[in-house]
Antibody, heavy 116, light 112 residues
């Protein structure tokens, strides 16, 4: 069965840094595009960043460009989201999803809270 | 960025009645591979999003056939032929062609 599992969320102060992880299983990870999507409390879905399948350049939402960096370790079937210069409005559940053009498998999410 | 505009944002529906959600994109959604990457997601209360429809009209495995997607160009529609209690939640369209990917604002479906 195909799964993605997020980890690494927590409470951080504004200006701090945090790295999220997403481990995939049950599919050929190296060939798969992967996305990060977030949802602020009571709000809608916001696509944050992603790798296209088969290689190619990464993409970022304007709201995180220059602060967040996505990376992957195919040997560990894992992608990461390095989040720097955190702001209060980065507070959200962060979901990992398989795919970027039509994300089909989603994790349960990991909560990131940015507060002083 | 491509703006995805959904309407209505709130949709009260009587059980057994049809429902329809519109999604309009600010740019065309045809990829260089020829496919149109317009997707629909359902998010039930307290749950992660779930993909219902991909590439405009393809239903995911396990999705009831009362759900259907249609459209082309910049105008797309999700229809529920007869709403059931388990359909309560928020529905999002999402474009998967242009970077960054973008979602619609969401349409909240509730039972009258």
């Amino acid at each position: 069965e195909v799964h993605v599992v997020e980890s690494g969320g927590g409470l951080k102060q504004p200006g701090g840094s945090l790295t999220l992880s997403c481990a995939g299983s049950g599919f050929t990870f190296i060939n798969s595009g992967m996305s990060w999507v977030r949802q602020a409390p009571g709000k809608g879905l916001e696509w944050v960043s992603g790798f296209p399948g088969g290689g190619g350049s990464t993409g970022y939402a304007d709201s995180v460009k220059g602060r967040f960096t996505i990376s992957r370790d195919n040997s560990k079937n894992t992608i990461y989201l390095q989040m720097n210069s955190l702001r209060v409005d980065d507070t959200a559940i962060y979901y990992c999803a398989k795919g970027t053009s039509a994300p089909d498998v989603w994790g349960q999410g990991t909560l990131v809270t940015v507060s002083s | 960025d491509v703006v995805m505009t959904q309407s209505p944002l709130s949709l009260p529906v009587t059980l057994g009645q049809p429902a329809s959600i519109s999604c309009r994109s600010s740019q065309g959604l045809v990829h260089t591979d020829g496919y149109t990457y317009l997707n629909w997601f359902q998010q039930r209360p307290g749950q992660s999003p779930r993909r219902l429809i991909y590439k405009v009209s393809n239903r995911d495995s396990g999705v009831p056939d009362r759900f259907s997607g249609s459209g082309s160009g910049t105008d797309f529609t999700l229809k529920i032929s007869r709403v059931e209690a388990e359909d309560v939640g928020v529905y999002y369209c999402m474009q998967g062609v242009h970077w960054p990917r973008t979602f619609g604002q969401g349409t909240k479906v509730e039972i009258k």
